[in-house]
């Protein structure tokens, strides 16, 4: 059955806390959204916050099955909710970044074999040889990054190559720890995914490649040859090349959708399958960012980052290819204290309540009378330190602020490091730059208006706060036209544009000019002092 004549376009994003799709039609109007929550919804996986953190406080995984379960879901509750499959022209997708899955020997026949008349978490039971996938919260590879950056001539030497130094969260390190743990695992591996790719395995019914974007995220790819190092997988894992298959263009598709999804949901024969790719790089794509743009992404991890043409690699933060754009990049700085330190804050300091946390926001001046706080509840990224550490005016350490002295505290804190990293980093914040955000907590107000005033931009925000699940549905119309030499932009000229939300409230650039000074040399002072 053809795609029905009111075609429309599907983007997963298979994120840290839960599956999340959204569907848009010809003209970009979003037609439908819906998810599932991993905690509360698949709680036979017992997962917080999506993960199992070990017992050893820095390996962190998330059951593979449980995100096969939830796309069985996910399409169970659009099926009952009346959505029609026969209208999906193409669909695509991301995942969160650097995760890792491990099919086993024989698994490609399984998913070319799918029966349509079971669930799919039935069937892929036995196909994974590492049961525990791996997730970008790990940092239980240091070993692994050392030896990386040792094989090729250095963290420099490597950035130059992969777009980044060696970390922890990187693919390429944690496949190199799992030939180190799990040897026989390893070799009874046939094909490695990310989690993007993972999940356009599920949909394409066989293997699928790795989109350059997200395997910028993997220490393992060339970011200016789009092709593996050879260096790189050589001082990884052995027959590492022929688990990887190889790297593809985002806007690539990689075939017609399985017969499973034909058959139990009604996807017509001829919907096509466009490479999935990261999480951020999804979210690019649905905020249409442009060069001169800052991206604030709010979400599990708070990520900061932009479209580049010439990206200079160093050792902080990181180059990827640019999902839309094969000449172009983005750069991007990871914070992984995110959402879920926002949420411990609120629950101890306003109850478990949003609305409570506003009130308390509003009602401290900006700049908090002087008072910083850094809250590092796990191993920070940028930089890598943990702890939470207060200071008042007078840049002395204190034990405690008032409830709602801590909320802003952590909040300026937050927005603060963004822009300390940033401007480090390069990124420049002149009149004119427009600093977009999306994730969870790009739908409070009060928190946006810290973001502008820290940042002295106005911030503007797009319908929806699923911008990667909404920028894979876009990609997903663009990869039907991109043969034709059509680019994305054009292809979603008709999409919405963003909106501004808040500008900045006069006198902030007064105001946190000198914060931003000093919360760089608080963070530099914490982060020697877990140094000695
Ligand atoms: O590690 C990250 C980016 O480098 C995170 O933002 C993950 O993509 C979150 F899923």
């Known amino acids: 059955m053809a795609a029905s004549t009111v075609p429309c376009y599907l983007g997963f994003d298979f994120s840290t806390q839960q599956l999340k799709v959204i569907a848009v039609d010809e003209n970009l109007n979003v037609i439908h959204q819906n998810n599932v929550q991993f905690d509360s919804e698949l709680p036979e996986y017992r997962t917080q916050g999506g993960v199992h953190v070990q017992s050893d406080g820095l390996t962190v ?63 892929l039971q036995w196909s994974f040889a590492v049961v525990d996938s791996p997730v970008w919260m790990d940092s239980s590879t240091t070993e692994q990054c050392h030896n990386l950056e040792r094989a090729v001539g250095g963290a420099q030497r490597l950035a130059d190559i992969t777009g980044s130094r060696a970390y922890e969260r990187f693919t390429g390190n944690q496949i190199a720890k799992i030939w180190k743990i799990k040897p026989e695992e390893y070799q009874q591996t046939e094909r490695i995914s990310l989690v993007s790719s993972f999940a356009s395995c599920l949909f394409l019914g066989n293997y699928a490649d790795i989109d350059f974007s997200d395997g910028s995220g993997m220490n393992l790819m060339d970011i200016f040859s789009k092709q593996w190092a050879q260096d790189c997988l050589n001082a990884t894992a052995p027959q590492l090349q022929s688990k990887l298959g190889t790297p593809v263009p985002p806007m690539a598709v990689l075939g017609p959708v399985s017969a499973y999804f034909v058959s139990r949901y009604g996807f017509p024969v001829d919907c096509r399958v466009l490479a999935f790719t990261g999480d951020n790089p999804g979210s690019l794509a649905g905020m249409r960012l442009q060069e001169g743009d800052i991206a604030v992404s709010l979400g599990t991890s708070d990520t900061v980052f932009l479209w580049i043409k010439d990206p200079k690699p160093t050792v902080e933060g990181h180059i990827f290819c640019n999902p839309v754009d094969c000449q172009a990049y983005m750069a991007l700085i990871c914070f992984k204290n995110g ?147 059509v680019s994305f932009a054009e292809a979603i000229r008709r999409a919405p544009e963003p909106k501004l939300a808040v500008t900045p409230t006069p006198g902030s650039e007064k105001i946190f000019k000198p914060l931003l000074k000093r919360y760089a040399e608080l963070e530099e002072k914490v982060l020697k002092e877990s140094q000695q």
């Not at 490609?108 to 069937?123: C, D, G, I, K, Q």
């Not at 005016?393 to 927005?415: H, M, P, T, W, Y």
């Open 339 to 485: 959402s879920l330190t926002r949420e411990r804050i609120r629950n101890e300091c306003a109850g478990g309540s949003w609305e409570v946390f506003s009130k308390a926001l509003r009602s401290v001046p900006m700049g908090n009378n002087g008072n910083i706080g850094i809250y590092f509840d796990v191993m920070e990224i940028t930089p890598p330190v943990a702890g939470v550490h207060r200071f008042n005016e007078d840049n002395n350490k204190v034990a405690g602020f008032s409830q709602e002295v801590e909320i802003r505290a952590l909040v300026e804190g937050q927005f603060l490091a963004k822009r300390v990293h940033a401007e480090k980093l390069g990124y420049k914040i002149i009149p004119g730059t427009r600093v977009l955000a999306t994730g969870g907590a790009s739908s409070n107000i009060d928190i946006l208006q810290v973001l502008s005033d820290v940042f002295s931009a106005p911030v503007y925000t797009i319908d929806t706060a699923n911008s990667a699940c909404l920028g894979c549905a876009y990609r997903a119309m663009h990869g039907i036209v991109a043969k034709k030499g």
């Open 61 to 123: 995984t998330s059951p593979v099955l449980m995100w096969v379960k939830a796309l069985d879901i996910i399409l169970e509750k659009m099926k009952n909710a009346g959505f029609d499959f026969s209208r999906v022209k193409a669909l695509s997708g991301s995942g969160q970044q650097h995760g890792s899955v491990y099919w086993k020997t024989g698994a490609r026949h399984v998913l070319e074999n799918l029966n349509p008349e079971r669930h799919l978490h039935e069937l």
